[in-house]
């Protein structure tokens, strides 16, 4: 076992934690349900984007490349009402190195993200001109 994830194991031991190993990161969490999932869904909720019954009220899309954003797909994909959220993931599209997801779609690099926010910005500009 390498050192780095020896001591974490041991930390989490000694903390009462637990360990989520993440693409090129180790996550030490609580032994609570709180997770990026959880966390998005209030931020959204403060943010007016989701009701407080729950519902979407508004647009959301979620993108991320690690499998600790896996929590964050799976909520985001369980809202109902308002426009349909979206999730992203961000990573290899190459038959075999492609992970596991939950999201909706998946993007190859950041690099084609940036370009499919560039594209939805767009569609909201025209949008918004024709209003």
Excluded: C, N, Q
Aim: net charge negative.
């Amino acid at each position: 076992m390498p050192t780095v994830e020896r001591a974490l194991t041991d930390l989490a031991k000694e903390l009462d934690l637990r360990i989520v190993r993440g693409k090129e990161i180790y996550e030490l969490r609580p032994p609570v349900g709180i997770h990026k999932g959880t966390a998005l869904l209030e931020l959204a909720t403060a943010l007016g984007v989701r009701d407080s019954s729950g519902a979407l009220a508004g647009s959301l899309i979620y993108a991320g490349d690690d499998r600790t954003d896996e929590d964050a797909f799976r909520a985001v994909r369980s809202l109902s009402g308002g426009g349909p959220p979206v999730t992203v993931h961000v990573g290899s599209t190459e038959p075999g190195k492609a992970a596991a997801t939950d999201a909706e779609f998946i993007v190859g690099d950041p690099a084609a993200m940036g370009e499919l926010l560039g594209w939805l910005a767009s569609i909201r500009t025209s949008h918004e001109r024709r209003a």
